[in-house]
């Protein structure tokens, strides 16, 4: 049967006997997708670089028997060697990855998504790999996925939020807080709530970077607390960043 | 399977045969009948080896290869290089070098490369057996032999920040285009290994 091409991300593969693959792939037109990629292991002319989460290129793609399908072959169109030459960069891109494949429903395609994940892959595996970039593909896959949180009206009754020093900010009930509403909440500074403006509104993640590392935590430790009241388990790339040797300037993912 | 296949000697066997890597159902049946055709001597000698190889194989208590108890025949070997240790992710690696016959140092076995989303990190590698090696002065290389992917490459990076200020020469085996192929047929991230990792002429 008559394959079809598409733009592709290897997100995860796992061994399906002696040498082939089952490769899970996100693209932009058909959503994610579980394909069976045979003699994958051994293949050097189909899977010519192997088959390594986040990796991008152009994927041939066949019904096979039954709901199967195929993964004939995958071309690698971004140099993905880099990943391995650096820890932090490693578990960045196993984060990406594990993180959209626990949240992304099958087959439901959206190519903001798509796009978003080969941003946030090009800009940690291209250059200088920084959490930041993380927690702007954070809020684009929130996006993607309905779950955006409020950051200028509060998130039960829409009333605008003053800006003051700091705002409430409840992850899990859904962003900014008013007055009214803001019992029990969290402080959020007004830098990381700024901070968390600028990153959805698409800008560039290293205009932060100089940011206090306070700010930053902050930023993660918000968005994060939104990302994690929607998995059903902990990541294991996050147990994995954990257990590393400390870069110097390397936040949590 | 119905009751009937499972006390069937002949199904039995070649059920337990398909568990066995690379073993698909019609293989196992033609391995199962031609036990059934064998000498018994030699179907004897088989079974006992098969059971031995679990009952008798252990690792190496030093290089964490598999032997049959204590210390394997290499870690043993007083002819060999003990300054310098190889690093390789599994057995089968450490036989695939042995063949070339051009090492003569030791070995050590992680059992795994770093993998994030196989839940592998460091502390499920036999990485500190590999630090306690490295006390005292007598290893003055290690040659990191993990496979040229993205995990393999990893678990190098990992090993050479955690075994440089150990005053240990750290080195990775060569990568790039394959011996006898074609350079216009590689892929551009081999291409790509294969420029970085070049050398003077
Ligand atoms: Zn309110
Ligand atoms: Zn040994």
Redesign the pocket.
Known sequence: MQSQSTPAVILRTRPLGEADLIAIVLTPEQGKLETAAARARNSKKRFAGGLSPGMRGVAAIARGRGALLRLESFDATAAHAPVGADLTRFAYVAYLCELTDELVLARHPDPELFAALCLALEQVIGGAPQALQLRQYELALLRCLGLSPALTSCCVCGSEVGSEDSAAFDGPRGGVLCLEHERGAPRLPAAALAAIQHLEAGGDPAALASAPAGVRRAVRDAIQSIVRSHLRRPLHAQAFFAALPRDAGAEGV | MTGDDAQNPLQRLAALLTRLPGIGEKTAMRLALSLVKADGDYVAALADAIAGVHRQLGL?E????L?TGG??E??RDRRRDHGIICVVAQPQDRMAIERTGAYHG??HVLHGVLDPLGGVGPDELRVKELLRRLQGDSVREVIVATSPNVEGDATAVYLAKLLRPLGVQVSRIASGVAVGGELEYADMNTLNRALADRRAL
């Not at chain 2, 030093?62 to 290869?65: G, N, R």
Request: hydrophobic share 35%.
């Open positions: 190496c030093v290089c964490f290869d032997c210390a394997c290499r870690c030791l070995y």
